[in-house]
């Protein structure tokens, strides 16, 4: 069949938060072809939707806001005409209205890459799709060490809690079926994308002529993402040089102990997952009864 007429290829970009996800899909979202929408945990979330919610496109939408970090270009209204059909129909379909709202023509679509960093354990909202999973590692030591540098990394900054927190996400990344995963290093970036593309069915034609993207609107109130917006330069290596001797010491230790109880994570996993559930359907909630106050005064 030919490639133009196929519905565009899914795509999961799975990381541990600071592994560079973010720089990821910036470098896929400028390729013609390929949107990436803001960082999101809105795929596995609907694979959590009770079936009475499942009609109710209105809570749907209010769930992709909830779970979508914020600024999505996307309204209340605009995620909800998106809300019919299967889980996959559903995702691209929000793809594509984010693309129609970065000036880009979305029947040139042919892969949406969703970045889902979060609740990585929870699989069975992409497994119910065709999509493709991403998993991007990097250089442990250059995610310990950003930690210190952003506050949401506050909570792992001891090595013991932070090796155990990566093995739960390595612990998920083990139940994901192989045949569906291309496995990608940051150290391998940029040159990587032409592997990566190819993995995703999109052939490399250049990038988009229109640069405006989400991760732009998000970069204007996020300063730890200014960087991902620019040209990409890979500075881990002298990162990982500054370095305390007696800091890597500990946590290579630390993450040895750890590997040793891999397969006994899942439950770990679950629990930060089922954390980010919760707070993702509060969130929802807050958001539709805003929307109901707000039309009771109009």
């Not at 499942?54 to 769930?63: G, K, N, V």
């Not at 929000?94 to 699989?123: C, E, F, S, Y």
């Not at 991760?215 to 890979?234: G, I, K, P, R």
């Amino acid at each position: 069949m030919n490639r133009s007429f196929q519905n565009p290829t899914l795509g999961y970009i799975l990381s541990l938060p600071r592994s560079g996800s973010t720089v990821l899909s910036a470098l896929l979202d400028r390729k013609q072809g390929i949107v990436s929408p803001p960082e999101s945990s809105f795929p596995q979330m609907l694979g959590m939707v009770p079936p009475g919610q499942r009609t109710d496109s209105r809570w749907l939408a209010a769930l992709y806001l909830g779970t979508t970090f914020p600024p999505t270009p996307l309204s209340l209204d605009d995620a909800e005409a998106c809300m019919q059909g299967s889980n996959e129909e559903i995702l691209i379909a929000l793809g594509k209205a984010v693309a129609v709202k970065l000036d880009r023509d979305p029947n040139q679509i042919k892969a949406v890459v969703w970045k889902t960093p979060r609740m990585v354990g929870m699989h069975r909202g992409p497994l119910s799709t065709s999509g493709k999973f991403i998993v991007l590692r990097r250089n442990p030591h250059n995610v310990f060490e950003s930690q210190f540098r952003v506050d949401f990394g506050k909570n792992n900054r001891n090595p013991y809690r932070f090796a155990i927190f990566r093995e739960s996400y390595e612990n998920a990344f083990s139940r994901l079926p192989k045949e569906r995963v291309f496995d990608l290093h940051y150290d391998s970036l940029p040159g990587a994308l032409q592997d990566l593309m190819a993995f995703l069915g999109v052939e490399d034609q250049g990038d988009w002529e229109s640069r405006k993207s989400s991760l732009d609107l998000a970069a204007e109130n996020c300063y730890w993402m200014s960087e991902v917006t620019q040209e990409f330069q890979n500075k881990d290596p002298e990162k990982r040089a500054r370095l305390d001797p007696r800091q890597v010491e500990t946590l290579d230790r630390a993450m040895r102990f750890a590997r040793l109880g891999r397969s006994f994570l899942g439950p770990v996993r679950s629990y930060f997952d089922h954390q980010s559930l919760l707070w993702s359907r509060d969130k929802a909630r807050s958001l539709l009864q805003a929307d109901a106050d707000d039309n009771q005064c109009a």
